[in-house]
């Protein structure tokens, strides 16, 4: 198993931090990363709480067998295969994520991607969404852990940078929280893809790409992995 880097222990802060649990708790906003520069990303925490909207629906239609929802926040897309009778898991290092979710009938546990997980090296389709392909600030080794998680003929399906974004972006760069009043916490890393850079950090850690799609303004890049004939 990959160990987690170091840094990915310290991107756990921005989801224990007081204005994240708060967001969630009341399902808005404001709440921003921000890089060391002033920069602020939007986090989008009332679409976050609410039903899955148009866009998520085709997430959920292209999940197939148990899934799992990494970085699964407040559990929309869990609750929704749940609901379904679908197989599915969301993990997330923050407990309020984990008891939203658990409250909305799905099912979660408190756990990071690179601690132990249940049925490793079985699940059909894990999720990266909402730019959860950031954790770490390091995608490559986010991929090869996925990897390592699916079965040999699963597949990730990941969000990547908006429309309107560069294809190749490919930034890491320390943030904090920040909830329109002020930073809050410690700094740690986080990245930004677009689809051209996802593939190559997905080339690197093992992934070929077998589908893309953009509905809405987000982008959505699906991965799997290479099947050798026997």
Do not use: K
């Not at 085709?58 to 897309?77: E, M, Q």
């Not at 099912?107 to 690179?114: G, I, K, M, N």
Request: aromatic share 6%.
């Amino acid at each position: 198993m990959v160990s987690a880097p170091v840094e990915v222990l310290a991107a756990h802060t921005w989801a224990m931090a007081d204005p994240y649990a708060v967001a969630l708790r009341t399902g808005r906003g404001p709440l921003f990363l921000r890089r060391t520069d002033g920069w602020l990303l939007p986090l989008d925490v009332e679409r976050w709480c609410s039903e899955p909207d148009a866009a998520d629906r085709t997430v959920l239609t292209a999940c197939h067998g148990p899934t799992l929802d990494i970085g699964c926040g407040p559990g929309r897309l869990v609750t929704a295969l749940n609901a379904r009778g679908q197989s599915a898991l969301g993990i997330d290092v923050s407990p309020e994520a984990v008891r939203r979710t658990r409250g909305a009938g799905g099912t979660a546990l408190l756990r990071s991607v690179f601690d132990p997980l249940p049925s490793e090296g079985h699940w059909q389709t894990a999720l990266l969404m909402d730019g959860n392909v950031g954790i770490g600030g390091d995608p490559a080794a986010l991929l090869t852990r996925v990897r390592d998680l699916l079965h040999p003929q699963g597949r990730l399906i990941t969000e990547v940078a908006p429309h309107g974004i560069a294809d190749d972006l490919d930034e890491h760069a320390a943030v904090r929280l920040h909830d329109g009043t002020g930073p809050h916490g410690t700094t740690f890393p986080w990245a930004r893809v677009g689809p051209a850079a996802l593939r190559r950090h997905a080339t690197a850690a093992g992934w070929i790409q077998d589908g893309s799609w953009t509905v809405d303004g987000r982008r959505f890049v699906q991965l799997s992995r290479p099947q050798h004939p026997a």
